[in-house]
């Protein structure tokens, strides 16, 4: 039976489509309140008066807290920054100051509708360009305080939370030496992950240890980071998962969960917490904006001789995982084409501004739009066609990034242009009155983070696993998981059932995050096979008085090789080995090894290298209207490696739905900040893209198994994004014959460049 490469049905498309999925925001326990918080309504002030006990004697309000009530400390996931409550000062437009729990959720509105909250505004930082000028005002002045995990340490002073930077030897003298100098200045705004499912808790307490149930992507984060926020030992907290209504990477860092479970230990009651819609846009881990300074020297015939690259991040109120993200730039600027040395200096800063953090694909979208919008730039000075362009400078098997990582399979990246090509041949594209054609390459991770599986085989003959991953809505639990597991023992997929996460059940699990389930827990699951294959060998070897050497596991039955009649069912091991010698289970982890870099390369390097890439090819076709400024995308195409497609439908499924995103952000999606606050506050205001608004996207999957992925997997979900704005930003500039350099491609932006404003 061979389930590895087929599009194997979703194990949880019937509850999902037929309403009886349990999300997060679906759980009820008895006798349960509900919360909500105080909010600033300013992105920077001191609070000069906070009263709130008209909200404590509201009818059915059973509890109130605020900073004087919990412990003063601070968390973070990398550096502690983050206080829980404001006390005595707010920094962003959402900051919770207060928390009230109630009957009803009702109730808790109109009881915080009577706090009486006064703030002094202050001078605030809202641009990250003004946060970084001499005599900015410090979003955080004690920000020398903050700790950082222990052996963890990186570059920071004032409003620059972290930086990265790279000064290799013969930059200066590359451009000196240069027969043309190409500059750019790209700027990239924020996005929202706008899922279906608001960011959710819902916690209770036993006078002992609380349970905490969410919709979150990496359960053991919460119980960790709740842990260290509210100061208990992390065992005294279980995480229970459920269906997640998406996360696209918010649902990574805690939001919620500490007030709940705070909330719950105060009232002595179950309490849920959920954001609204309104709330959940303004104070969401949004993608970072961000203002790409890059500059590169090139020979007269082309050769890339050096680069110069300057990157501001912004990271909001507070650092999440934005120190991280500073590193990204080091693997990007010097990993599509041969070039000589590449400076790289990477700062996040602190504005008064809603923290930013991680969003499908992280950092790479700004960053490949800047890189490949560039690179049309270039080619377009020297007057050689730019597909061309690229081609004759790809990197090749055996090149190294900035970092000293050696890419040993980057002949892929021509064979993805080779296939876009054969799908529509690039000259034919983009033909006609205001039509335009572009193309955008780019390298991307599979993550790394550790992952475990435990497997049992019941004694009904399927196979259950239990694992602290979480399946998002990409498949990977639902499908690619699954089918690994029933291809290791010859079932069918319908015969794996996968639990819901319970960090008090299953082994640690690095989340859903960065394309790694299927890749690492997969992984994990072939692991703990090798161990259960050997019990059921065991067991059926007494049974069918033979050695176990001679055993093969055949559609649900174990045989006898050569002797087809020599059999016995799977279920019959499970219950003989049960009732013997005990249930057949196995545990396996797996974590992926980072491969060699040079450690001298750069300061403040937290994300050493990139492991396992994938390499990929877009390609865009649009149309203009002059009048509006509206782009109309006409055609879609991708070329993307995926090591082994588990299950084809299912990757392209992901490919489909991660282009469309990027469409949105290309083009539409923007959330702009004005004296520290946004100006879009709605959803009809953000701009999400419309079914109308997209084409149909012509895939073509690139399979070059990895050897350490199970049955040849890498990653999948992330990249798809990636190179969208950069293909559709060349194919707008093709068109209309001026340059937009700043996401999103709006309507606005158009016209403002044909009218050459």
């Known amino acids: 039976m061979t389930e590895v490469g087929q599009s194997s049905i979703r194990s949880d498309g019937v509850v999902k489509t037929t309403g009886r999925a349990l999300f997060g925001t679906d759980v009820i326990l008895p006798g349960m309140l509900h919360a909500r918080l105080l909010r600033s309504p300013v992105p920077a002030g001191r609070i000069v008066a906070l009263d709130l006990s008209k909200v404590a ?185 459920h269906h997640i209504g998406g996360g696209f990477g918010a649902k990574l860092d805690t939001g919620l969960e500490p007030y709940a479970a705070l909330l719950a230990r105060h009232s002595g009651r179950p309490v849920r917490l959920v954001n609204d819609r309104s709330e959940d846009l303004l104070t969401c881990q949004c993608r970072e904006n961000a203002v790409i300074k890059i500059r590169t020297a090139v020979s007269q015939s082309g050769e890339l001789l050096a680069r110069d690259v300057d990157v501001l991040m912004d990271s909001g109120a507070s650092a999440t995982d934005i120190p991280f993200l500073t590193s990204i730039p080091m693997h ?112 991307w991770l599979t993550n790394p983070m550790p992952g475990s599986a435990t497997l049992k085989l019941n004694s009904d003959g399927t196979l259950g696993v239990l694992t602290a991953a979480t399946e998002n809505g990409s498949g990977a639990i639902a499908t690619g998981v699954r089918q690994i597991a029933a291809e290791e023992f010859g079932l069918p997929a319908d015969k794996v059932v996968v639990t ?78 049960q009732a013997e010698s005990g249930p057949i289970s196995g545990t396996g982890s797996y974590t992926t090894p980072m491969p060699p870099i040079n450690p001298t390369c750069a300061s403040g390097l937290l994300f050493p290298a990139f492991p396992t890439p994938t390499y990929h090819v877009h390609v865009a076709e649009v149309e203009i209207d002059p009048t509006t400024g509206v782009v109309r995308v006409l055609r879609y195409l991708v070329a993307q490696e995926v090591g ?75 990249p798809p994004i990636i190179p969208v704005a950069a293909a559709i930003g060349n194919a707008v500039e093709h068109a209309i014959g001026k340059s937009v350099n700043a996401i999103p491609i709006t309507a606005e932006c158009v016209l403002e460049a044909l009218n050459g404003s």
């Open 57 to 241: 004697e509201f009818p059915g309000v059973r509890g109130v807290l605020t900073a004087v009530d919990i412990p003063d400390r601070r968390s973070g996931l990398v550096l502690m920054d983050a206080p829980l409550f404001a006390s005595q000062f707010v920094r962003f437009e959402g900051e919770p100051i207060a928390a009230v729990v109630a009957e009803t959720r009702a109730v808790a509105k109109q009881a915080l509708a009577l706090a009486v909250l006064e703030i002094e505004e202050m001078p605030s930082v809202g641009n990250i360009e003004d946060a970084i000028a001499q005599n900015a005002p410090l979003v955080h002045p004690d920000w020398e305080s903050f700790a950082t995990p222990p052996g963890l340490e990186w570059p920071r002073a004032g409003n620059v939370v972290a930086e990265t930077c790279s000064d290799p030897e013969g930059v200066d003298e590359a451009f000196a030496g240069a027969a043309a100098i190409i500059e750019d200045r790209f700027e990239a705004g924020r996005q929202y992950q706008a899922y279906m499912e608001p960011r959710m808790a819902v916690a209770e307490f036993d006078g002992q240890r609380f349970t905490i149930h969410v919709a979150h992507q990496f359960p053991y984060n919460v119980r960790d980071r709740v842990a260290a926020a509210i100061d208990v030992s992390p065992s005294d907290i279980r995480v229970i998962g």
């Open 332 to 443: 990007v600027f010097g990993s599509l084409y041969r070039i000589g040395p590449v400076r790289i200096r990477t700062r996040a800063v602190y504005t008064n501004t809603a923290p930013t953090g991680a969003f499908r694909g992280v950092s790479g979208t700004h960053l490949y739009f800047a890189l490949e919008r560039h690179m049309d730039h270039i080619a377009n000075r020297l007057n050689i066609d730019r597909l061309e362009y690229r081609r004759s400078n790809l990197q090749h098997d055996g090149s190294k990034l900035p970092t000293g990582q050696v890419l040993e399979d980057a002949g892929i990246l021509s064979e993805a242009f080779d296939a876009v090509e054969r799908l529509a041949p690039w000259t034919e594209l983009g033909q006609g009155p205001n039509r335009g054609v572009g193309i955008a390459a780019c390298m």
């Open 500 to 577: 819901m996460p319970d960090t008090d059940a299953a082994a640690f699990d690095a989340g859903s995050q960065g394309s790694r389930t299927t890749h690492i827990v997969g992984r994990a699951i072939r692991e703990a096979a090798i161990e259960v294959r050997a019990q059921i060998l065991d067991t059926a070897a007494n049974m069918l008085e033979a050695a176990p050497e001679d055993l093969e596991l055949v559609n649900e039955m174990v045989r006898v090789f050569g002797s087809p009649s020599k059999q016995i069912s799977l279920a019959e091991v499970a219950a003989t080995a």
């Open 644 to 718: 082994k497609a588990i299950n084809p439908e299912a990757v392209r499924g992901q490919i489909q739905g991660g282009v469309v995103q990027g469409l949105g952000y290309a083009l539409w999606e923007t959330l702009q900040i004005d004296a520290g606050q946004y100006s879009q506050r709605t959803l009809e205001a953000y701009g999400l893209p419309l079914a109308t608004d997209t084409p149909e996207v012509e895939i073509v999957l690139l399979e070059h198994p990895d050897p350490a992925g199970p049955y040849g997997a890498k990653g999948v979900a992330e």
